[in-house]
């Protein structure tokens, strides 16, 4: 990883990890504040418009990225249509929303309706925040679309402290708050891309339009399966208990899943690239590389989670959440699975295969809601940790199987650490470590001459 590539995974990686630490905080406020019942509450009111999304994005951000990579269409075409399908896109999803809301007592048990109602706004404004983000990768402007992701991290931080100072986090008010600032942010994304791409006017490309929905439908069922295996859990967990239980299950799965923000600033970066690399034999050695450097990583901090894992929950969330310890140290061995396969997804999309990317989903989806709706009744949200654990690491085996078919790489390439790999990761860390060093000397520098 050495170059620009080098420097986009180590800029999305900071990023990552401030958006980590400020979503842990977050985390931690809404947790302790509303008890394990309201808190399981929040998060199924939350999945409902990421569900939307899932559901009716069709992944034309994804399909932005391929076909900007590939060069085959201009890139104000490509922008304009995607930006004037999210419109229509948007329709559909308040539609779909309105559908599901009438059956509301069925999909959401225990969930209160004007819950739902506020939340359904929120879906479009995710659909824009990715589809104009996938475009700032697209175009290679990789510190912007970091920039944008870490503000709406932010401000909605800032956010929580307030009302939490106010003495007024109540359910509605986050989703409210949550939407304006999706608005807030969403209206500078438009302004930065108009000007990257040195047009006020949408152009609208009726055959790239096709295009990207002949792509985008191959990466949409992918995208679903993933959404469904990783996020389904919750309602199946509130369907067959209650809310209290998906409270506790929302922590377990708050920090194990951030096993996953490294992958997935490796992965954001690798796409992209990926589309645009036209030399098979560097791709080839591409993947493999990153693949090594990211289970390295990620194995490390498994094994401090694990260690230290239990501590930090009650330590943060407090004793009120101490039963979502045991599921959290199960997660973990499916998260780093799971890191692994993000790598070999984004490979794949690059080379224009996302039917492979749905298959491995459907592989992680198969086996989890069959071993869920199996163990949860006789073991809770632990049976959910194991069904979860067990079907991601299916997934990667499966995921690793079909990589190795269609890039010709023999499995050693891919599992065997090289010594390249630790010099990689030693500079990559001594970086980081130069660069927060910098970054607080000149602070403090800048502190005492004031």
Same mark, same amino acid.
């Given at each position: 990883m050495a170059g620009k590539l080098s420097y986009n995974i180590f800029s999305t990686f900071i990023t990552q990890i401030l958006i980590f630490f400020l979503g842990i905080l977050v985390s931690v406020i809404l947790a302790r504040q509303l008890g394990p019942g309201i808190k399981g509450v929040y998060s199924i009111v939350t999945l409902f418009p990421s569900l939307?999304?899932?559901?009716?994005?069709? %992944?034309?951000?994804?399909?932005?990225? #391929? #076909?900007?990579? /590939?060069?085959?269409? %201009?890139r104000k075409e490509i922008y304009g249509s995607t930006i004037i399908l999210g419109f229509f896109i948007s329709i559909i999803c308040f539609i779909g929303g309105g559908l599901m809301l009438l059956c509301h007592n069925l999909f959401f048990p225990g969930i209160e309706l004007k819950y739902l109602i506020i939340g359904?706004?929120?879906?479009?404004? +995710?659909?824009?925040?990715? #589809?104009?983000? #996938?475009?700032? *990768?697209?175009?290679?402007?990789?510190? /912007?679309?970091?920039?944008?992701?870490? *503000? +709406?991290?932010?401000? &909605? &931080?800032?956010?929580?402290?307030?009302?939490?100072?106010?003495?007024?986090i109540k359910i509605e008010y986050l989703i409210i708050g949550e939407i304006a600032i999706y608005l807030f942010v969403l209206f500078f994304m438009f302004i930065a891309l108009n000007k990257e791409m040195g047009t006020t006017r949408l152009e609208f490309n009726f055959d790239y339009a096709k295009k990207a929905f002949a792509f985008g439908s191959r990466v949409y069922l992918g995208n679903i399966l993933s959404f469904a295996s990783c996020r389904f859990n919750i309602l199946i967990i509130n369907f067959l208990t209650n809310p209290f239980q998906v409270g506790l299950w929302s922590v377990a799965i708050a920090i194990s899943e951030k096993l996953w923000f490294f992958s997935d600033a490796v992965g954001t970066v690798l796409f992209p690239r990926t589309a645009a690399e036209a030399d098979k034999e560097n791709l080839k050695e591409l993947t493999p590389r990153v693949f090594r450097s990211v289970m390295v990583i990620n194995s490390l901090m498994v094994v401090l989670l694990f260690l230290f894992g239990g501590w930090i929950i009650n330590f943060l969330y407090s004793y009120q959440y101490e039963e979502a310890v045991a599921p959290f140290k199960i997660l973990l061995a499916g998260a780093l699975s799971l890191s692994g396969i993000k790598i070999i997804e984004s490979d794949l999309k690059g080379r224009g295969r996302p039917g492979l990317v749905a298959k491995i989903s459907a592989v992680a989806l198969a086996v989890n809601v069959a071993l869920i709706l199996a163990l949860i009744p006789a073991y809770g949200i632990k049976g959910a940790a194991w069904a979860s654990t067990i079907a991601y690491i299916s997934s990667f085996i499966f995921a690793l199987t079909v990589y190795l078919r269609i890039s010709g790489n023999p499995l050693n390439n891919m599992i065997v650490i090289k010594i390249t790999d630790m010099i990689v990761i030693w500079r990559f860390f001594k970086e980081i470590c130069h660069k927060i060093s910098n970054s607080l000397y000149g602070f403090f520098n800048r502190d005492y001459h004031t």
């Open positions: 939307l999304v899932y559901f009716t994005s069709f %992944s034309l951000g994804q399909a932005a990225i #391929y #076909y900007i990579g /590939k060069a085959k269409y %201009s359904i706004f929120a879906a479009p404004c +995710q659909i824009f925040f990715g #589809y104009l983000g #996938y475009t700032m *990768l697209a175009i290679q402007r990789i510190w /912007k679309y970091n920039f944008f992701s870490f *503000l +709406q991290t932010l401000l &909605f &931080f800032i956010f929580i402290v307030v009302i939490y100072l106010l003495n007024s």
